[in-house]
């Protein structure tokens, strides 16, 4: 196994068994293809969670009174996209299905601005082992296309289930 840590281009990672992933904690475990962050896909999420505030969605007046000077993104349209993240860089073969189990810390570091791209770099902080499964938790950094800073950062805990 390699540790691709700190590379620019999309990969992720594949394990046989579940138990193997014991040995990646620590260590980076992929880094998300591009993901565009449209108006029209702001102005979806508003609309499917009732806030519609109109730093979100109201294009004109962004561009007059916002600090940002246009639209921004949800924090938790971001924060949503962790899911996506972590299964384009993570496969376990043996595993039959997995639960989003929760989140520790989350933090929203920079606005996402409309018609910008994010992506998500996995990497594993903690694995325990369950009956039929396990339990484990992924550091998922939100990267913004063209900063240094990132949109935010999270600690997601997964819960997963083999085929046992």
């Known amino acids: 196994?390699?540790?691709?840590?700190?590379?620019?281009?999309a990969y992720g990672t594949t394990i046989?068994?579940?138990?193997?992933?014991?040995?990646?904690?620590?260590?980076e475990?992929?880094?998300?293809?591009?993901?565009?962050?449209?108006?029209?896909?702001?102005?979806?999420?508003?609309?499917l969670t009732e806030d519609e505030q109109w730093i979100h969605v109201d294009v004109d007046r962004s561009q007059k009174e916002s600090p940002f000077q246009q639209t921004i993104a949800?924090?938790?349209?971001?924060?949503?996209?962790?899911?996506?993240?972590?299964?384009d860089c993570l496969t376990v073969n043996d595993?039959?299905?997995?639960?989003?189990?929760?989140?520790?810390?989350?933090r929203f570091i920079?606005?996402?601005?409309?018609n910008s791209k994010v992506r998500g770099r996995i990497s594993l902080l903690e694995f325990e082992e369950?009956?039929?499964?396990?339990?484990y938790i992924m550091n998922v950094t939100f990267e913004i296309e063209g900063q240094e800073k990132p949109a935010c950062v999270a600690?997601?805990?997964?819960?997963?289930?083999?085929?046992?």
């Open 1 to 9: 196994m390699s540790n691709k840590i700190q590379t620019d281009q």
């Open 16 to 27: 046989e068994h579940l138990g193997d992933l014991k040995s990646w904690v620590g260590k």
């Open 29 to 47: 475990l992929g880094l998300s293809k591009w993901v565009s962050v449209t108006q029209e896909k702001i102005d979806l999420f508003a609309k």
């Open 74 to 87: 949800h924090g938790f349209f971001i924060l949503s996209l962790a899911s996506r993240f972590c299964y």
């Open 95 to 106: 595993v039959e299905m997995g639960v989003n189990y929760g989140l520790n810390k989350v």
């Open 110 to 114: 920079s606005p996402t601005l409309s």
């Open 130 to 135: 369950k009956e039929n499964g396990a339990k």
């Open 155 to 164: 600690e997601f805990i997964a819960q997963v289930f083999t085929n046992k």
